[in-house]
Antibody, heavy 115, light 113 residues
Framework: EVQLVESGGGLVKPGGSLRLSCAAS????????MTWVRQAPGKGLEWVSS????????YYADSLKGRFTISRDNAENSLYLQMNSLTAEDTAVYYC????????WGQGTLVTVSS | DVVMTQSPLSLPVTLGQPASISCSSS???????????LNWFQQRPGQSPRRLIY???NRDSGVPDRFSGSGSGTDFTLKISRVEAEDVGVYYC??????????FGRGTKLEIK
């Protein structure tokens, strides 16, 4: 059974940093691209970033302006999102999803940016 | 970026009746490889999104056959043949043809009348 479990969310002050993790199981992690999608409170879905299986290709939403970094550790079956210079507009539930097309999603982790 | 426009944004439906959601894109979603990367997602209240349909009309594993997807080019439709109570939630279309970025529609909220 495919499982994706996000962690690392929480309350952070504006300008702060946070690192999200996504633990994957139930499939051969290294053979799949992975994606982060976020959802602001009461809003729709927004694609954030994706990474290929071997980390050869990294993709980001232009709106992030270089503040976020996606990475993965295939030995640990884990996906990461390093988020810097956070603002209130980054407040959202962050989901990790398998593949560029999002065939499986985790339960999400809430990031709240507030002073 | 490709803009995805869904309609309606709110969809009240009587149990057992059909439902239809439209999604149009600002550009053709036919990829140079011949595929059309248009997916549909369901998000039930308080839950994560779940993919229902990929590449326009292919149902994901475990998705009831009352859900179907159709369309081509810039116009796509998700149909539910007979709405059940468990279908309540928000439905999103997403394109991954002109990627990055993947872009989502604003969502259609399905509720029971």
């Amino acid at each position: 059974e495919v499982q994706l479990v996000e962690s690392g969310g929480g309350l952070v002050k504006p300008g702060g940093s946070l690192r999200l993790s996504c633990a994957a199981s139930g499939f051969t992690f290294s053979t799949y691209s992975m994606t982060w999608v976020r959802q602001a409170p009461g809003k729709g879905l927004e694609w954030v970033s994706s990474i290929s299986g071997a980390s050869s290709f990294l993709y980001y939403a232009d709106s992030l302006k270089g503040r976020f970094t996606i990475s993965r550790d295939n030995a640990e079956n884990s996906l990461y999102l390093q988020m810097n210079s956070l603002t209130a507009e980054d407040t959202a539930v962050y989901y990790c999803a398998r593949d560029y097309g999002g065939d499986y999603w985790g339960q999400g982790t809430l990031v709240t940016v507030s002073s | 970026d490709v803009v995805m426009t869904q309609s309606p944004l709110s969809l009240p439906v009587t149990l057992g009746q059909p439902a239809s959601i439209s999604c149009s894109s600002s550009q053709s979603l036919i990829h140079s490889d011949g595929n059309t990367y248009l997916n549909w997602f369901q998000q039930r209240p308080g839950q994560s999104p779940r993919r229902l349909i990929y590449k326009v009309s292919n149902r994901d594993s475990g998705v009831p056959d009352r859900f179907s997807g159709s369309g081509s080019g810039t116009d796509f439709t998700l149909k539910i043949s007979r709405v059940e109570a468990e279908d309540v939630g928000v439905y999103y279309c997403m394109q991954a043809t002109h990627w990055p970025p993947a872009t989502f529609g604003r969502g259609t909220k399905l509720e029971i009348k």
